[in-house]
Structure formats: structure tokens, C-alpha cells
């Protein structure tokens, strides 16, 4: 599964899941922008540890809602690194709350960066891997598109945006060789989740049959094989890493 010479792009890549796929991919030989929005210090470790590992990256700074930051930062990319030819759509944000006491605010951010950032930066990169006849776009999607959850009814509602997202992508950008697929972890041990009280977890544990929250690495593993050769020949689809937590598709 080697990526040497690719170019990726993982939006959110400097903490959690991001990180993760930022490091595998890297080991895989691709050269890795980290995109990040506020928090400089985790990118930069993000990257230091993808050197330490013997890999290549870069910084992209830049929020996925802003449609012209977005425009800016690809082009700046394309211009200094050749192109892309994978992108992961993984920066998301929660703002939880029961939809009576919903702010209008906490619905629009959300919308804003999950879904909207990830149609505003496969937009902003798909031109180019149409013209080369090659790229990966692999977005990150949640359980809870499928599920739904009580408080989450904005995160619900851009996760199962994703997945319509992806499969209509994946229908125009499929004669032009570039796929779009869609991953969609359960619960995963990240700064999103560490939040969660110990009950909480615990009522989520007793959910997952396979005993256990899940590791960035876990939904890492299954982005590098969708950004591989080996999944060249699908498309539209989404593939559940949650431990058994959800079986349906
Ligand atoms: P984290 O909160 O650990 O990290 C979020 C990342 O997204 C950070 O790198 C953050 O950058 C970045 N980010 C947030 N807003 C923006 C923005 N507007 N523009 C650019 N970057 C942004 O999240 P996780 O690793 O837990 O989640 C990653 C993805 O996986 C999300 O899409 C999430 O919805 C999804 N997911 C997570 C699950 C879990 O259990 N953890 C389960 C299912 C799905 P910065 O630090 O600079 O703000």
C-alpha cells in the first residue's frame, strides 16, 4: 500500500483522528499538509512527529467553512507541492444540545464546518484530479449519521448530509477516475469525546460489542486503504469502523 510521490490533504489533521491519518499516510510515503484552524501547537506536533517517523508534510492552515481561505490554501499547495491527489474531509466540530435550546448559532457552525467544509474543499480540489484522471477524496462521516442521538441534531444532520454528499460526488467524479468515499467511525478516543462523562462512556461501552471505544489509528487504518490502490475500484460507499456498534448500511 505505498502512496510515494502522492500529495495528501487532511483537513483537521493536527489532533485525533486527523493526526492519525496524517501519520499513516505519511508512513505510506505520501507528503502530508496538516490542516488545522486555531490550534498551532498540535500541528506543529503533528508534523514534527511525522519527520521523526521519516516522512514529509507540511503546514496548511486555514478554516474549511471560509470558502475563499479554502480556494487559497489549495491553490497555494498545488502551486508548491505539484497538486493533490488525496484529500480527507475530516475536520468537524460538535455543539451539543437538545434541539428545544438549539441556538440558530450552534446549528449554522455546525453545518458550516462539517458539511459545508467538506463540499467547499472537494470543490476547491477536485478540477485538477479530474483533468489528471486520478484522486481520492475519503470523508469522515459518524455513526451517529445513522443512528441519530439526542443533543446532536445539527451533528446528526451534517453527518448524514456526508454521506449524500458522497455518493452524489462519487457519481459525477466516477468518469473521471476519482473516487469519493466516506468512512464513519463510532465512538473514537479523541479531545471530542474525552469530554464525555465516565457514565456516559461506560452506557457507550456497553453499546459496542467488540468491548471498546475506538483508537484514531483504528479509523486510520481503513482511510489508508480507501487512499490505496487496493480500493481503486470503489466508489460511493461507507465504511463503518465502530467495533459492531452499528451494522446497518
Ligand atoms: P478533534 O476535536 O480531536 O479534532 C478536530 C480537528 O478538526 C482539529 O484538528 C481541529 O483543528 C480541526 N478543525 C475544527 N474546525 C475546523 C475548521 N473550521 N477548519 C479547519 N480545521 C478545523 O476531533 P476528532 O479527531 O474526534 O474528529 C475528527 C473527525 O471525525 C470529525 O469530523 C468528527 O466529527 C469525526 N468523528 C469523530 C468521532 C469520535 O468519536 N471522536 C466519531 C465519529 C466521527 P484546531 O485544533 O486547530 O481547532
Redesign the pocket.
Known sequence: MTLDGQVALV?????????AVCLRLATMGARVGI??????A??EETLAAIRAGGGTGFLA??????GRAVQEAVKAITDRHGGIDILV??????RDGLMARMKEDDWDAVI???LK?TFLCSKAVMRPMMKKRQGRIIN?????GFLGNAGQVN?GAA?AGIVGLTKSMARELAPRNVTVNAV??????????SGLGEDIQAAIQAQIPLGS??R?ED?AGVVAFLASKDAAYMTGQTLHVNGGMYMGN
Do not use: E, Q
Open positions: 483537513t483537521g489533521g493536527s489532533r485525533g483522528i486527523g493526526r490542516n488545522y484552524v486555531s490550534n498551532p498540535a500541528a492552515p486555514f478554516d474549511v467553512a471560509d474531509n475530516n475536520a468537524g466540530i460538535t458550516d464546518t462539517n467544509g469522515i462521516t459518524s455513526v451517529i451533528y453527518k464513519a467511525p463510532g465512538y473514537i478516543v479523541t479531545d471530542m469525546t471505544l475506538g484514531p479509523v
